[in-house]
């Protein structure tokens, strides 16, 4: 059974940081390109970042330079760290295995003051 399992948002002020976590089960995962999305209130879903099997990156250019994706394969997780954040990150981020179209159930992050 494919699980990808998100964790880590929360509440934070403008200009904090938070680490997101993606724990991922029942597929390859280290075969496998893999993604983060978000998605704003009343807004469609964003590609943020991507991190490709041996590492290499990419981001939307809104979060470049604030944002970092990682991957550890030997335990099956993603990260993003998520700094400098501004209230127009304020969205449900979700992990993603874009070829199969695998999904987590998403993690909030809210930037308030």
């Known amino acids: 059974q494919v699980q990808l399992v998100e964790s880590g948002g929360g509440l934070v002020q403008p200009g904090g940081s938070l680490r997101l976590s993606c724990a991922a089960s029942?597929?390859?995962?280290?075969?496998?390109?893999m993604a983060w999305y978000r998605q704003a209130p009343g807004k469609g879903r964003e590609l943020v970042a991507s991190i490709s099997t041996s590492g290499r990156t990419n981001y939307v250019d809104s979060v470049k330079g604030r944002f970092i994706v990682s991957r550890d394969n030997s335990i099956n997780a993603m990260y993003l760290q998520l700094n400098s954040l501004k209230p127009e990150d304020t969205a449900v981020y979700y992990c993603v295995a874009p070829g199969p179209s695998y999904w987590g159930q998403g993690t909030q992050v809210t930037v308030s003051s």
């Open positions: 029942g597929f390859p995962f280290r075969t496998y390109f």
